[in-house]
């Protein structure tokens, strides 16, 4: 793929996903993360696809559902995500990725090839794109898997008010959990749009920042801070 990454140039059959984890690992490869196949999807991709629009097949990946025992899986071809259980038979691809940084930096970024990752001024280190549309929890063990983590809402303001790119304006998850109502919880998720905005902030518009539950499918960026908290 365009980041050096090796693939199947094909669907294996479908299998459960222990198998499949299994033959990938026997050819001494792996079943790709839910953002490696995002990224060489068909459809609304600036980059080289693995397949076409008419690969619909959901394909496993590493990321995990927030319930026990359910994996994301991503189609070629539009990187559309859904999930299921381990135990169901899907198609899958192998990847044998180029070797990965530690932290997120470099190719572990989302983002063009060649310049995947934006850095604040603080030093702060961020994917440029979008990552797949996937829940909470299989966004932070994205992030995690990536040598980095989701951010706070305080570093996406600084991210924004200093020229973050790409903005989609579609919500993208945050860490935080804040009080929501009734005495229940939910995620912090932000927005904006186009090339940064100095008047960002999270608590200023409800065009900006909100509360969402765990559960639901939203984009999200991965952050990594060379600094101690």
């Given at each position: 793929?365009?980041?050096?990454?090796a693939w199947d140039a094909?669907?294996?059959?479908?299998?459960?996903?222990?198998?499949?984890s299994t033959m990938c690992?026997?050819?001494?490869?792996?079943?790709?993360?839910?953002?490696?196949?995002?990224?060489?999807?068909?459809?609304?991709?600036?980059?080289?696809?693995?397949?076409?629009?008419?690969?619909?097949?959901?394909?496993?990946?590493?990321?995990?559902?927030?319930?026990?025992?359910?994996?994301?899986?991503?189609?070629?071809?539009?990187?559309?995500?859904?999930?299921?259980?381990?135990?169901?038979?899907?198609?899958?691809?192998?990847?044998?990725?180029?070797?990965?940084?530690?932290?997120?930096?470099?190719?572990?970024?989302?983002?063009?090839?060649?310049?995947?990752?934006?850095?604040?001024?603080?030093?702060?280190?961020?994917?440029?794109?979008?990552?797949?549309?996937?829940?909470?929890?299989?966004?932070?063990?994205?992030?995690?898997?990536?040598?980095?983590?989701?951010?706070?809402?305080?570093?996406?303001?600084?991210?924004?008010?200093?020229?973050?790119?790409?903005?989609?304006?579609?919500?993208?998850?945050?860490?935080?959990?804040?009080?929501?109502?009734?005495?229940?919880?939910?995620?912090?998720?932000?927005?904006?749009?186009?090339?940064?905005?100095?008047?960002?902030?999270?608590?200023?518009?409800?065009?900006?920042?909100?509360?969402?539950?765990?559960?639901?499918?939203?984009?999200?960026?991965?952050?990594?801070?060379?600094?101690?908290?």
């Open positions: 793929d365009s980041w050096g990454n094909l669907d294996r059959n479908a299998t459960n996903f222990t198998d499949a690992n026997s050819l001494g490869g792996r079943l790709p993360t839910a953002t490696e196949l995002y990224k060489v999807r068909a459809s609304g991709n600036p980059h080289k696809s693995i397949g076409g629009t008419t690969n619909t097949n959901y394909l496993w990946t590493t990321a995990q559902n927030y319930r026990d025992n359910y994996y994301i899986i991503i189609r070629i071809s539009d990187g559309n995500a859904s999930y299921s259980i381990d135990s169901t038979a899907k198609p899958f691809r192998c990847i044998w990725p180029t070797k990965p940084s530690s932290v997120l930096n470099g190719a572990n970024c989302y983002g063009p090839p060649g310049n995947e990752c934006f850095k604040s001024k603080n030093g702060l280190i961020a994917d440029t794109y979008d990552r797949p549309l996937i829940d909470q929890p299989a966004a932070a063990q994205e992030c995690a898997v990536s040598g980095g983590r989701l951010p706070t809402t305080r570093e996406m303001t600084r991210l924004i008010h200093q020229g973050f790119p790409n903005g989609s304006n579609k919500w993208l998850w945050l860490s935080e959990t804040l009080y929501w109502y009734n005495g229940g919880y939910g995620y912090a998720v932000g927005r904006w749009s186009g090339v940064g905005n100095s008047n960002w902030d999270f608590t200023s518009s409800p065009s900006y920042g909100s509360l969402t539950g765990g559960t639901s499918h939203y984009g999200f960026r991965c952050v990594y801070s060379p600094f101690l908290q």
